[in-house]
């Protein structure tokens, strides 16, 4: 009682010391306590991505280089912006970004559900196959394109092997990435294959969040399978597939990483996506006004157009 007591008086004297701190803690609202913790993160987030966005859009109106900081820099106006959209071979930049988005998506979509289709059914074993499937996506893209490259070899590679192997033709007749018509499906290759797992992921969280007792009615009024998938499982994970849909068309219109290490942009500009000429103009040719100008062009596409696709997704989610 006495040790209670001693302590009792130590917890109350050391409360008085500052009662003026007590007072003001406890006259802080709860918005202002919230604001309080957030604010750092806000500053932070602002000085992350805020201001080097600020400052891209600064320099695209601008002649500054980067290997050049000390020489004086000229207002251009908006001369940059007007040569990009006006340059030729921006436009087939854009369009081999398209072709490479478009098709990657496709493929990974259509993989993605009829595997998130199949687990979903959890035959046994489905636990193991989806940890094997997974495995993809887990890896580093350094790392798979340099596998990627070692398989695509003509004449060691096994792509061209198991190639071969069905079509009967010459292993070493072809090259996946230094052939111009082959070279852009040797990339929608691997990045399918990467990231197909992704989207199963995603279309098979759709499939496990549509209730069983959905399914029981329509077999008590004798939905075949084929109908209750059309009018049942697709209608419900749609939202998935379109949220899926999303994310790898914004991962893809921006990729780098698999192109440069695959290709290069190469056999001359069959594979060069709109980062690899962006990295161009940015680090080798050192047009940094040019290249920022480019980049909030760049920017502007992906915003405007995911923000058109966000509002039809909202519009499938609320029916």
């Not at 980067?66 to 921006?90: C, E, F, H, K, V």
């Not at 854009?94 to 979903?120: N, S």
Request: hydrophobic fraction near 55%.
């Amino acid at each position: 009682m006495n040790e209670l007591s001693a302590s009792s008086r130590i917890t109350y004297r050391a409360v008085m010391v500052r009662p003026g701190v007590a007072r003001r803690i406890r006259g802080l609202s709860d918005r202002t306590l919230a604001w309080l913790f957030i604010t750092p993160t806000i500053v932070l987030l602002l000085a992350i991505n805020i201001f080097p966005l600020l400052w891209t859009i600064y320099l695209s109106f601008t002649n500054y280089r980067a290997n050049r900081a000390n020489a004086p820099t000229i207002w251009l106006g908006a001369d940059w912006y007007q040569s990009i959209l006006t340059d030729p071979d921006i436009w087939a930049a854009m369009q081999v970004t398209a072709h490479f988005v478009i098709w990657t998506v496709v493929i990974e979509t259509v993989l993605g559900f009829g595997l998130a289709y199949l687990i979903d059914k959890k035959f046994r074993g489905h636990g193991m196959w989806t940890t094997i499937i997974l495995l993809p996506m887990m890896l580093s893209p350094a790392v798979v394109g340099n596998f990627w490259t070692f398989l695509y070899q003509p004449q060691i590679g096994l792509f061209n092997y198991v190639v071969a192997f069905f079509t009967g033709r010459a292993a070493s007749s072809f090259q996946m990435l230094g052939d111009v018509t082959l070279s852009p499906w040797a990339i929608v290759i691997v990045d399918a294959w990467m990231w197909t797992p992704y989207v199963m992921l995603i279309c098979l969280a759709g499939l496990r969040s549509i209730p069983d007792y959905i399914y029981e009615a329509a077999e008590v009024d004798r939905a075949s399978k084929w109908r209750q998938f059309w009018s049942i499982t697709l209608p419900m994970a749609l939202p998935f597939i379109m949220l899926a849909v999303l994310f790898r068309g914004i991962e893809n219109f921006k990729m780098f990483d698999m192109v440069n290490l695959l290709t290069g942009g190469g056999p001359g500009s069959t594979t060069e996506v709109a980062s690899i000429t962006l990295k161009r103009a940015a680090f080798e040719s050192w047009r940094t006004g040019y290249s920022s100008a480019f980049a909030i062009i760049l920017f502007v596409t992906v915003f405007g157009l995911a923000n058109i696709y966000v509002k039809a997704l909202n519009k499938v989610k609320s029916r």
